[in-house]
């Protein structure tokens, strides 16, 4: 014989009284009013009834289901205030403020520095973190006996293959299909095998950028990156070449640029000269330009390259270059 809806509801308050659980009341609801359930069965019984009596049998059924459902939600409040208490969670209490995503510190200065550029006509590039040695080395005019080469200082995963110790290998990638003029940057993370420490890590961030066409020289390059560190440090910013060596540049200068933490009188930050290492640069060598198919007496060019975590650590005072990648919520927050 089917059920009659009285005693359908009779069954379904004992059995909800009866449930200790929110899983148990779960198979419950499904049991009573999932696609196969006891309310659906009663609406299939309607089938058999004269159509005169159809209309009052749907809205007691209707009626029934409503019922059902109010207090079944009634008794799952009851079940799930039991069991937030077991846990030690007062559902009285107001909720807890969720804290929304935000860009990481190095994020936001490699921004500034593409933005920076970006008004200054520099286009943004990209390359493999896998890279070949020809593009890494040979093409940089790298000699076989420089010590980079070394896996010391290198990470190679093949004989050939190796993660980039910096990004000039953009620079050549994009000079091999594109002709002059040339204004580029190019950030992102480079290797190197060294032992993390409180200004180095076997993993950074970099942007080198490149200008090649006619008639590009060393007044340039000074006047390129005077702007770009007055734009991030300040108007009143001033910078100096030392003289340096690197593969890919002659001449190659290093870049200092004045200490904004003490005005230039000297500080702990600048080791009390007045000024502040920021990276390398100089006009390229005559020797990247024939492996790429560029007319050395026609075209120069300067590059220059800076490391992002460098400037994001003077910018917010951070003395350790690690505290970047340790994902400390105390000092993401502030930013």
Same mark, same amino acid.
């Given at each position: &014989?089917?059920?009659?809806?009285?005693?359908?509801?009779?069954?379904?308050?004992?059995?909800?009284?009866?449930?200790?659980?929110?899983?148990?009341?779960?198979?419950?609801?499904?049991?009573?009013?999932?696609?196969?359930?006891?309310?659906?069965?009663?609406?299939?019984?309607?089938?058999?009834?004269?159509?005169?009596?159809?209309?009052?049998?749907?809205?007691?059924?209707?009626?029934?289901?409503?019922?059902? #459902?109010?207090?079944?939600?009634?008794?799952?409040?009851?079940?799930?205030?039991?069991?937030?208490?077991?846990?030690?969670?007062?559902?009285?209490?107001?909720?807890?403020?969720?804290?929304?995503?935000?860009?990481?510190?190095?994020?936001?200065?490699?921004?500034?520095?593409?933005?920076?550029?970006?008004? &200054?006509?520099?286009?943004?590039?990209?390359?493999?973190?896998? #890279?070949?040695?020809?593009?890494?080395?040979?093409?940089?005019?790298?000699?076989?006996?420089?010590?980079?080469?070394?896996?010391?200082?290198?990470?190679?995963?093949? $004989?050939?293959?190796?993660?980039?110790?910096?990004?000039?290998?953009?620079?050549?990638?994009? &000079?091999?299909?594109?002709?002059?003029?040339?204004?580029?940057?190019?950030?992102?993370?480079?290797?190197?095998?060294?032992?993390?420490?409180?200004?180095?890590?076997?993993?950074?961030?970099?942007?080198?950028?490149?200008?090649?066409?006619?008639?590009?020289?060393?007044?340039?390059?000074?006047?390129?990156?005077?702007?770009?560190?007055?734009?991030?440090?300040?108007?009143?910013?001033?910078?100096?070449?030392?003289?340096?060596?690197?593969?890919?540049?002659?001449?190659?200068?290093?870049?200092?640029?004045? *200490?904004?933490? *003490?005005?230039?009188?000297? *500080?702990?930050? *600048?080791?009390?000269?007045?000024?502040?290492?920021?990276?390398?640069?100089?006009?390229?060598?005559?020797?990247?330009?024939?492996?790429?198919?560029?007319?050395? $007496?026609?075209?120069?060019?300067?590059?220059?390259?800076?490391?992002?975590?460098?400037?994001?650590?003077?910018?917010?005072?951070?003395?350790?270059?690690?505290?970047?990648?340790?994902?400390?919520?105390?000092?993401?927050?502030?930013?």
């Amino acid at each position: &014989m089917p059920e009659t809806p009285e005693l359908i509801h009779r069954n379904f308050q004992s059995d909800i009284i009866i449930a200790d659980s929110a899983a148990g009341l779960e198979e419950i609801r499904h049991r009573y009013f999932g696609r196969k359930g006891k309310i659906n069965e009663l609406f299939g019984q309607m089938r058999d009834l004269p159509p005169d009596q159809r209309p009052a049998m749907g809205k007691a059924i209707n009626d029934l289901r409503a019922a059902m #459902e109010s207090e079944f939600q009634q008794r799952m409040q009851e079940v799930q205030d039991v069991e937030f208490r077991g846990i030690g969670i007062d559902p009285t209490l107001p909720g807890r403020k969720s804290y929304l995503g935000h860009l990481h510190p190095l994020t936001l200065v490699e921004a500034e520095i593409i933005d920076i550029f970006g008004h &200054m006509g520099f286009v943004v590039e990209s390359g493999p973190e896998a #890279e070949t040695v020809h593009y890494n080395f040979d093409l940089l005019n790298t000699p076989i006996w420089h010590p980079a080469r070394d896996e010391t200082d290198t990470i190679y995963l093949t $004989e050939d293959v190796l993660l980039r110790t910096e990004t000039s290998p953009v620079q050549v990638r994009v &000079m091999e299909l594109q002709d002059p003029p040339v204004r580029m940057i190019a950030p992102g993370r480079v290797y190197r095998n060294e032992k993390p420490d409180a200004t180095h890590g076997a993993m950074f961030m970099q942007v080198e950028g490149l200008y090649v066409d006619v008639g590009v020289d060393m007044a340039e390059l000074k006047g390129t990156l005077l702007e770009f560190y007055r734009h991030l440090f300040g108007p009143d910013t001033q910078i100096r070449f030392r003289p340096h060596y690197f593969p890919f540049t002659e001449p190659s200068a290093e870049v200092d640029v004045s *200490c904004f933490l *003490c005005n230039s009188r000297g *500080c702990r930050v *600048c080791k009390n000269t007045g000024w502040l290492e920021m990276g390398g640069s100089g006009m390229v060598d005559p020797a990247v330009f024939q492996g790429v198919g560029y007319d050395a $007496e026609k075209y120069t060019g300067f590059a220059f390259g800076l490391g992002v975590e460098r400037i994001a650590m003077l910018k917010f005072g951070i003395e350790d270059l690690r505290m970047f990648y340790e994902n400390d919520l105390r000092l993401l927050r502030q930013f």
